[in-house]
């Protein structure tokens, strides 16, 4: 397709509103953020590898808030520790904590959410170890 054709179609599609990539960006975060618990940074590197401008990435993930990510976290780990129950106390809060990271979390929101977790299912909550994990 010629070049200019292209353009064409864009600015048409993007005229009557079929195309807005704000409206994308803010829809994908809520979806990744709420539906699968990805942390704001993971939901940024998706949109970025979407295409999707940094000021329009930075715009839509502003709206999940710290607080935010700490729910979804906690939520995660509770989920994950009802499923490994049986499971040895410090292998399955590495498992986890994998979990949680892989979702994008940084330790230390991976490490309060095990803990409250914990706390919310009435368990002990564990000790964070001096080294290792996340090193």
Avoid: C, N
């Avoid at 179609?9 to 079929?18: C, F, K, M, S």
């Avoid at 590898?49 to 715009?59: F, P, Y």
């Avoid at 999940?64 to 939520?75: G, S």
């Avoid at 994950?80 to 230390?108: E, F, I, M």
């Amino acid at each position: 397709m010629p070049e200019s054709v292209r353009e064409a179609v864009l600015d048409r599609l993007t005229e009557v509103g079929l195309i807005d990539d704000a409206d994308f960006a803010k829809r994908w975060t809520a979806s990744r953020h709420g539906m699968k618990g990805l942390s704001r940074k993971a939901v940024a590197a998706d949109l970025s590898r979407k295409g999707v401008d940094s000021h329009l990435i930075e715009d839509a993930t502003s709206q999940i808030t710290d607080a935010d990510e700490l729910d979804a976290a906690t939520e995660l780990a509770i989920t994950k520790l009802r499923a490994g129950r049986g499971v040895d106390q410090a292998r399955l809060t590495r498992r986890v904590l994998g979990a949680l990271a892989r979702k994008g979390y940084d330790p230390q929101i991976a490490w309060t959410a095990v803990r409250a977790a914990r706390d919310k299912l009435g368990e002990e909550p564990p000790e964070a170890p001096t080294t290792g994990l996340f090193d």
